[in-house]
């Protein structure tokens, strides 16, 4: 008998991509690797990184061979400091090797624009000065784009750099032919500069002015585009650089200072005033503020203490702390946060995947386009100049370039920008999701409100004192692990400190007793004070139904056989939550808010924040449901949970929104992280998330605009094959720079 192996799981792979210079290229990738068993591939232009996911028997070495052979290069990304996320190195290098190039090219063009366009500072024989500045320009100066477009060709490829190059060369040749075999290269020779295309003798005509100036201008776009392109990323890389570089370690007491790389789950290490926190981590001693900007984008210092959860890359603003390594390298928020960020930019919303259909086939239609306006204007007009002239117009005003930078750039600022805000978004496909949602589900414990018991109201019985009635009840619950009596001693604590409780006893479900100060003493429900034969009076038996009614949970306080008073506990309202909710209503969603609590603890919020609907009395398995029921009503459901009971209902939403913690499941739960506990940030996010896709929508409008466009008015001969070089580059800039407004993005306060 034989046994199947089961197969293995898909595997993902990042690599790091180099040598393309288009959508076209990014598509012709993608095609490639797809075309192996069992990969699917998403390559991004704009961050020259593939996203691959495959399985056996594809090995990773047949996949960096796939990519050489489509010509280009892969590699597999360096290991990333500290589980952070790289970047691609080579784009200030690109950029720095364009600007040479693109200073001597300008340097060289610049003079044959001039002399071609003012007839008046022409001389004798200028042409030829003109074609010695010309010739570097164009041969040196385009030999990026020459040098792809050669590479295609052998491997049976074309790409905007085939439009480029055959375009400029083209010009470039023509030029050659009719200084040296027509009478363009004859001393009394004039140029004049049009806009449109002319019927004029073509054996006089040379467009050295064109070849140069074409090739300058996309050289232009093309270094705007690459330090646009790192500029874009800024956000994510300053946010991976915050990591601290080395930590003081303590073992056995002494204190040695490592590299942070080789800190270890459970090492103890310092971290003194002003200094970066290492790694995540629980305080185990000392007390500080520490500015958690960078993870939240709050401004206000957070209070830790001993047992407090700490994340790496804060900074400590004031006492010294000792702090135990709980995550370390990949794991770690940080490590988390550019995993999250970095997968985002890789994304591709189905917008975008439609342009990078079209751009796939783009270039072959644009060659057939070109050939079509040559053939046409040489039988309208019979003019070889005026054909060719058209037709070089059409080979570039065509190129697809600000198809294929108009998500990835706008993708590359919305999520970095967010990151720095401390909002996380997981992917493209969630910024189309914000835009069709009309109704956002609120879990109330954590998320409205904060989560944590305080005390509300003391209210003293007559003849009793109040702050006695806190006293005694502290001291007595102080012995219980009780959220509420946790409360109830806190904040006598803190008002007068605690007195010793003895013979302290617990009644599951009631209450405690104990002996405070040599006074037998009771706290919790009425009932239980009955049992030691204590009854409310009147006045405070109303008192006790009447904050019962706003959802407030009441313990009764005795001692010595007589009712002293009640002490009101809820959870308390965050204070931002009412002006979130009103912000949300005025981006046209209905908020809905959820939870186990019972009805009328839950209608007490739901006033305080100004929430119609509610529903109440819902366990942690039965919220998943809840949104079923809602999403089967017709509504497109976001909810809002803190992610870990939460889940299940984050999933099973259209949009699911993980608040405040940061932690694993909160990051995989939802579409949406939000690294504050603000419920303002689920306004932001959507906010931000809205003004992204709209970006993006806006950058595809003008480049399929500018296409549709400006290829009939080349084939109409309109546009000179110079100005038309200038539109090509301005629109690529148009769209980056469009995208970069994102970076301006504001929180709502």
Known sequence: MTTQSAPQAPAELDLAISGMTCASCAARIEKKLGRLDGVEASVNFATEHARVRYAEPVTIDQLLQTVEAAGYHASLPAPPANGAVDEAPAAPDEAARLRTRLTVTWALALPVIVLSMVPAIQFD????????????????????????????????????????SIGTLAAYAWSLWALFFGSAGDPGMRSHFSLTVGAVDGASVIYLEAAAGVTAFLLTGRYLEARSKRSAGAALRALLELGAKDVAVLRSGVEERIPVDDLRVGDRFLVRPGEKIATDGVVEDGSSALDTSMMTGEPVPREVQPGGEVIGGTVNTGGRLVVRATRVGADTALAQIGRLVSDAQSGKASVQRLADRVAAVFVPVVLGLAAVTFIGWLMLDGSVLRAFTAAVAVLVIACPC???????????????????????????????????????????????????????????????????????????????????????????????????????????????????????????????????????????????????????????????GVARGLVAVADTVKPSSRAAVDRLRALGLTPVLLTGDHERAARAVADQVGIDEVIAGVLPAGKAQVVQRLQAEGKVVAMVGDGVNDAAALAQADLGIAMGTGTDVAIEAGDLTLMRDDLRGVVDAIRLSRRTLGVIKGNLAWAFAYNVAGIPLAMAGLLDPMFAGFAMAASSVLVVTNSLRLRQFSTSR
């Open 125 to 164: 024989n200028w042409q030829w000065l003109a074609l010695v500045l010309a010739s570097p320009a164009v041969v040196w100066g385009g030999l990026p784009f020459h040098r792809a477009a050669w590479s295609n060709l052998r491997h049976g490829a074309s790409t905007m750099d085939t439009l480029v």
């Open 402 to 560: 600000a198809l294929g930078l108009a998500t990835p750039t706008a993708l590359l600022v919305g999520s970095g920008r967010g990151a720095q805000l401390g909002i996380l978004i997981k992917g493209p496909e969630v910024l189309e999701q914000t835009r069709t949602v009309d109704t956002v589900v609120l879990d109330k414990t954590g998320t409205v409100t904060t989560g944590r018991m305080s005390v509300q109201h003391v209210v003293a019985a007559e003849g009793a004192d109040a702050d006695e009635v806190l006293a005694v009840a502290g001291a007595v619950e102080d012995a219980s692990t009780h959220p509420i009596a946790r409360a109830i001693a806190a904040r006598a604590a803190a008002q007068a400190g605690l007195s010793t409780v003895e013979s302290f006893a617990s009644v599951d479900g009631f209450g405690v007793t104990g002996v405070v100060d040599g006074r037998a003493a009771v706290a919790g429900r009425p009932r239980l004070l009955e049992q030691w034969s204590i009854k409310l009076p009147d006045d405070l038996q109303q008192q006790f139904d009447r904050m019962q009614v706003t959802g407030q949970t009441v313990v009764a306080v005795g001692w010595d």
